[in-house]
């Protein structure tokens, strides 16, 4: 019996979190299964044309969106807006584009900082 590969695509895949995944996925490969971990440099998620091309190129059935604009405290108390609608427009290329190709199912998540447990602040 030939199942379906499931092809799944993680936006934000050298940050934190898509590390983590890909980590936790080379210790369990699926046959049924082609993972894809997009970098800023494989596409840039602001540009709609970009967007769509990376799903034309991959053709994902299931897409965890992890990528966001990303800066230390001080970049998003400075430029917090900036931060925010980028983030938005980002997050609407990829819903569109989820829609548009008919995925599966989309997992999203958004983080732009994470600080340590224990630490001192100024």
């Known amino acids: 019996m030939d199942m379906e590969k499931n ?7 050298s940050g934190l979190v898509g590390k983590g995944i890909q980590m936790f996925i080379k210790s369990d490969m699926r046959e049924a299964e082609e993972w894809i971990f997009l970098t800023s440099k ?7 044309k ?26 998003h108390i400075g430029a917090n807006c900036e931060f925010f609608r980028k983030n938005m ?3 609407d290329n990829i ?3 989820c829609h548009k190709t008919k995925v599966k199912k989309l ?16």
């Open 89 to 91: 427009q980002m997050n």
């Open 107 to 122: 997992v999203s998540c958004l983080s732009t900082c994470i600080f340590p447990n224990k630490t001192s602040y100024p």
């Open 50 to 75: 970009e967007t769509f091309d990376v799903f034309d190129k991959y053709k994902p059935t299931h897409v965890i969106h992890l990528a966001a604009i990303v800066g230390g405290l001080y970049a």
């Open 95 to 97: 819903l569109e584009a």
């Open 42 to 48: 494989d596409a840039n998620l602001l540009n709609k």
């Open 7 to 13: 092809v799944i695509l993680v936006t934000g895949g």
